[in-house]
Nanobody
Framework: QVQVVESGGGLVQPGGFRRLSCTPS????????MGWYRQVPGKEREWVAE??????TNYADSMKGRFIISRDNANVAYLQMNNLKPEDTAVYYC?????????WGKGTLVTVSS
């Protein structure tokens, strides 16, 4: 009975910005790591960023300097996406690692287009 829900997707112009949210719920006692991934139709899911604990972050090379991952005290994770490019268009997924298990959301679509 664990659920992870992403929100904040939508249409954004190239060079624009968007902020995604990931809200876990259910019987999760301790979330160690939160991560963001993305996937386009017909392609493999790609790792975007992760946050370990309160402030230890890592990013894929193409996101460095543009994306920022963070989390709040309620275990909600965020992905601030800046200077978006058309190639950033994808369904963005959130993953919570808790109690030895990965929990995935169903994704939120971000479309970068003029």
């Amino acid at each position: 009975q664990v659920q992870v829900v992403e929100s904040g997707g939508g249409l954004v112009q190239p060079g624009g910005f968007r902020r995604l949210s990931c809200t876990p719920s259910g019987r999760i006692f301790s979330i160690k790591t939160m991560g963001w991934y993305r996937q386009v139709p017909g392609k493999e899911r790609e790792w975007v960023a992760e946050i370990y604990g309160d402030d230890i972050t890592n990013y894929a090379d193409s996101m460095k300097g543009r994306f920022i991952i963070s989390r709040d005290n309620a275990n909600v994770a965020y992905l601030q996406m800046n200077n978006l490019k058309p190639e950033d268009t994808a369904v963005y997924y959130c993953k919570a690692f808790a109690d030895g298990v990965d929990y995935w959301g169903k994704g939120t679509l971000v479309t970068v287009s003029s």
